[in-house]
């Protein structure tokens, strides 16, 4: 089973900041199957990334991902108010064992 | 508009059975995976299983397997995630989500339901 491990585990930062998340597999990642989602309190997660730079329907170009093989990368160019809140990255490359990270939570600084 | 659907919250005894569904719409049931995934109280996503509806294909979670069972009931558009004996451990919101064409990863949640297992 691919282990993902994300860093940091809480990033605080400011609105208009910066936010780059990191997240490494334990093995490469077949096809470059890594998605990345984002989970706001109360609500189910939703799709942000996949094929580790594709953005998903409807998702502003504020997210981008990035990486291959073990180092995948979610980066948000600048945070906005509803940004804020916790993000998984998930490797999919094999039907019979997905895994998710741990997860990174981005506050408010 | 796809939409799953996902039943409401429930409460039980350890050793009692369980079986909360999620019914699809919007799309052809039957031409994509369904996953479930299980986020317990202040922790993060654990991926359980999928199914293939389309020919009732499962995979389980090595974490999973033995533990729960996934079915679909095409008829109704419906996945289910079942439990023979329930343990306080399972307590927490289970989240189905449909698995996107051409490789996608889970492109449409439900909203969760709640799990309460206490004696």
């Known amino acids: 089973e691919i282990v993902l491990t994300q860093s940091p585990g809480t990033l605080s930062l400011s609105p208009g900041e910066r936010a780059t998340l990191s997240c490494r597999a334990s093995?490469?990642?077949?096809?470059?199957?890594l998605a990345w989602y984002q989970q706001k309190p109360g609500q189910a997660p939703r799709l942000l990334i996949y094929?580790?730079?594709s953005r998903a329907t409807g998702i502003p170009d504020r997210f981008s991902g990035s990486g291959s093989g073990t180092d995948f990368t979610l980066t948000i160019s600048r945070l906005e108010p509803e940004d804020f809140a916790v993000y998984y990255c998930?490797?999919?490359?094999?039907?019979?064992?997905?895994?998710f990270g741990q997860g990174t939570k981005v506050e408010i600084k | 508009e796809v939409q799953l659907v996902q039943s409401g919250a429930e409460v039980k005894k350890p050793g009692e059975s369980l079986k909360i569904s999620c019914k699809a719409s919007?799309?052809?049931?039957?031409?994509?995976?369904i996953g479930w995934v299980r986020q317990m109280p202040g922790k993060g996503l654990e991926w359980m299983g999928l199914?293939?509806?389309?020919?009732?294909?499962?995979t389980y979670s090595p974490s999973f397997q033995g533990q729960v069972s996934i079915s679909a009931d095409n008829s109704i558009s419906t996945a289910y995630l079942q439990w023979s004996s329930l343990k306080a451990s399972d307590t927490a919101i289970y989240y189905c989500?449909?698995?996107?064409?051409?490789?996608?990863?889970?492109?449409?949640w439900g909203q969760g339901t709640l799990v309460t297992v206490s004696s």
């Open positions: 989500a449909r698995r996107g064409s051409g490789g996608w990863p889970l492109d449409y």
């Open positions: 199914i293939y509806p389309g020919d009732s294909d499962t």
């Open positions: 094929g580790a730079s």
């Open positions: 093995e490469s990642v077949s096809g470059s199957y």
């Open positions: 919007g799309y052809s049931f039957t031409d994509y995976w």
């Open positions: 998930q490797q999919y490359g094999s039907s019979s064992s997905w895994t």
